[in-house]
């Protein structure tokens, strides 16, 4: 089970705004960089977000931020291909040592 | 620009040890701005980290598999390589290598270029 937690779906019509939420705790964002993965079915990840809020040679529609322990990913004037499947990933802090998790993945589906 | 390229075998027997390569092309495996590390997507499933091997000799691994995981690197032939032993049908996946790259601490670092993944199913 991801210890960061984010929403399994969302959905927005094209134009629209959506935000996808990415919640963990002091161990990971609330003390280390969030980063931000797009992934198309049977494709590998590409990175959009980098250090919580940098865009790494996306679209400036693509927007992070962070807040104590929780990060959202913005995707504004949505898309038909931004349809695909986010994650949020973090260093975590644990006692049994340095790790990467991942979020358990939101699937953004444009309507 | 790099490029990353994952080889080994598709499928690997339950008791077995899973070996992985990944070369290198492009950039140099010893450039001390990276770690290279080991991703997995089992079918249908979200993305886990399994470990890093940083350019100073420092490696981090996933606890669930840390016990079971080595992460190399053979600047010799620009690759590096993923041993996971004892595998059984939880570790049917597909395995992507990745660049981290940041600056300063571990933790400021991030996975900036992904190979295209290899499945990997454990099966007798």
């Known amino acids: 089970q991801s210890v960061l937690t984010q929403p399994p779906s969302v959905s927005g019509t094209p134009g629209q705004r959506v935000i996808i939420s990415c919640s963990g705790s002091s161990s990971n964002i609330g003390s280390n960089t969030v980063s931000w993965y797009q992934q198309f079915p049977g494709t590998a990840p590409k990175l959009l977000i980098h250090n919580n809020d940098q865009r790494a040679g996306v679209p400036d529609r693509f927007s992070g931020s962070k807040s104590g322990t929780s990060a959202s990913l913005a995707i504004s004037g949505l898309q038909s291909e931004d349809e695909a499947e986010y994650y949020c990933?973090?260093?975590?802090?644990?006692?049994?040592?340095?790790?990467?998790?991942f979020g358990g993945g939101t699937k953004l589906t444009v309507l | 620009q790099l490029q990353l390229q994952e080889s080994g075998p598709g499928l690997v027997k339950p008791s077995e040890t899973l070996s992985l390569s990944c070369i290198v092309s492009?950039?140099?495996?010893?450039?001390?701005?990276?770690?290279w590390g080991w991703v997995r997507q089992p079918p249908g499933k979200g993305l886990e980290w399994i470990g890093s091997f940083f350019s100073s000799g420092k490696t981090y691994y996933n606890p669930s598999v840390k016990s079971r995981v080595t992460i190399f690197v053979d600047t010799s032939k620009s690759q590096f390589s993923l041993s996971l032993s004892s595998v059984t049908a939880a570790d049917t996946a597909v395995y992507y290598c990745?660049?981290?790259?940041?600056?300063?601490?571990?933790?400021?670092?991030?996975?900036?270029?992904w190979g295209k993944g290899t499945p990997v199913t454990v099966s007798s």
């Open positions: 990933a973090a260093w975590d802090d644990s006692l049994n040592g340095p790790h990467v998790i």
């Open positions: 492009g950039d140099s495996i010893s450039n001390r701005r990276y770690y």
């Open positions: 990745a660049r981290g790259t940041g600056f300063g601490d571990y933790f400021y670092y991030y996975l900036d270029v």
